[in-house]
């Protein structure tokens, strides 16, 4: 499963652009942090997402690895692992992104190619990032 993600991830770093930014305000977070005052345009995006679908995916496995390989087999031929596989997929383009813009910690707020960091208030960091935006022109 490892090997898969490491490869959407690998993948989605391909086809993903650098430029321009695909959101207005792109916010990295984590599904611990509490975020407050999210724009509208804001796209939110918790890096850990994909630590969490492998929980769910994984869930009452048996200990037994060929008993465990046989059922998430079974499980990867259901409908729900349709919505699952689109998941991990949004998941690891989110961690491709936030490796491209070099995002460092959590929470980020983007927006223009400039990044404010560890401001759970996104409006707040929007007004910092405006305020820095108008001082360069």
């Known amino acids: 499963m490892k090997g898969s993600i490491q490869r959407l991830v690998l993948l989605a770093s391909l086809v993903l652009p650098v ?11 984590a599904s611990h942090i ?10 939110v995006v918790e890096l850990d997402a994909l630590a969490g679908l492998d929980e769910l995916f994984s869930f009452n496995l ?5 008993q465990a390989a046989l059922m998430a087999r079974q499980r990867m031929q259901t409908q729900e692992w349709t919505l699952m596989r689109e998941r991990y997929e949004h998941a690891a383009t989110a961690v491709a992104r936030a490796w491209l813009l070099g995002v460092e910690k959590l929470p980020a707020v983007v927006m223009d190619g400039r990044v404010v ?17 108008s001082n360069v022109e």
């Open 34 to 43: 509490l975020l407050a005052n999210v724009p509208d345009n804001a796209v």
């Open 19 to 29: 430029s321009p930014v695909l959101a207005d305000v792109e916010v990295f977070s």
């Open 117 to 133: 960091y560890g401001e759970p208030d996104v409006a707040e960091a929007v007004t910092l990032l405006e305020e820095a935006l």
């Open 62 to 66: 048996p200990a037994d690895p060929e």
